[in-house]
T-cell receptor, first 111, second 110 residues
Framework: QKEVEQDPGPLSVPEGAIVSLNCTYS??????FMWYRQYSRKGPELLMY????GNKEDGRFTAQVDKSSKYISLFIRDSQPSDSATYLC???????????FGGGTRVLVKP | NAGVTQTPKFQVLKTGQSMTLQCAQD?????MSWYRQDPGMGLRLIHY???????DQGEVPNGYNVSRSTTEDFPLRLLSAAPSQTSVYFC?????????FGQGTRLTVV
């Protein structure tokens, strides 16, 4: 079983809809939870991160972490065609820099 | 300020050939890593380095070697290419939560 599980999609939504993405994990040592966005034929880029449990909002993006359930989510409000990309969750323990990634979810926002 | 630079962008190898994927960073980060990305598998860690002279294996190290003689460079060597190594390879450097990735190398082994 993988340490981090993520539904591969694809997830297709109309423009303006809310996109809901999630990951589950098994390692309770993870303390940092990140979302990366990857456009086609590009390297991933950090979208946002959360430390421990709780919510974090950045513009149209909201990240949620529920450590008791080992479940993290990313919500994209008012989705735009430019949000079409693969979204990867990633996690890190408190010490060190090693990141563990989920498999990524492909999102398509249709105009 | 280029960030992370990978070369080449594309490569086709024959089974059994060897090659080196180059990675250089100008961010002065100690930590560097190599990933491979396959459909549905996400990014899988091949090797990583916490500083010059120190390397360690990741999740899928077999068939690959690395070295880290300087802070800036972290080359990945394929010893004897196999079709199973057909993939997109990313080099990254990170400081804590934010990883900076190169543009990737698309490798096909025939």
């Amino acid at each position: 079983q993988k340490e981090v599980e993520q539904d591969p999609g694809p997830l297709s939504v109309p423009e303006g809809a809310i996109v809901s993405l999630n990951c589950t994990y098994s390692n309770s040592a993870f303390q940092y939870f990140m979302w990366y966005r990857q456009y086609s034929r590009k390297g991933p880029e950090l979208l946002m991160y959360t430390y421990s449990s709780g919510n974090k909002e950045d513009g149209r993006f909201t990240a949620q972490v529920d450590k008791s359930s080992k479940y993290i989510s990313l919500f994209i409000r008012d989705s735009q065609p430019s949000d079409s990309a693969t979204y990867l969750c990633a996690m890190k323990k408190a010490a060190g820099n090693k990141l563990t990634f989920g498999g990524g979810t492909r999102v398509l926002v249709k105009p | 300020n280029a960030g992370v630079t990978q070369t080449p962008k594309f490569q086709v190898l024959k089974t059994g050939q060897s090659m080196t994927l180059q990675c250089a960073q100008d961010m002065n980060h100690e930590y560097m890593s190599w990933y491979r990305q396959d459909p549905g598998m996400g990014l899988r860690l091949i090797h990583y380095s916490v500083g010059a002279g120190i390397t360690d294996q990741g999740e899928v190290p077999n068939g690959y070697n690395v070295s880290r003689s300087t802070t800036e460079d972290f080359p990945l060597r394929l010893l004897s290419a196999a079709p199973s190594q057909t993939s997109v390879y990313f080099c990254a450097t990170n400081m804590n939560t934010e990883a900076f990735f190169g543009q990737g190398t698309r490798l096909t082994v025939v």
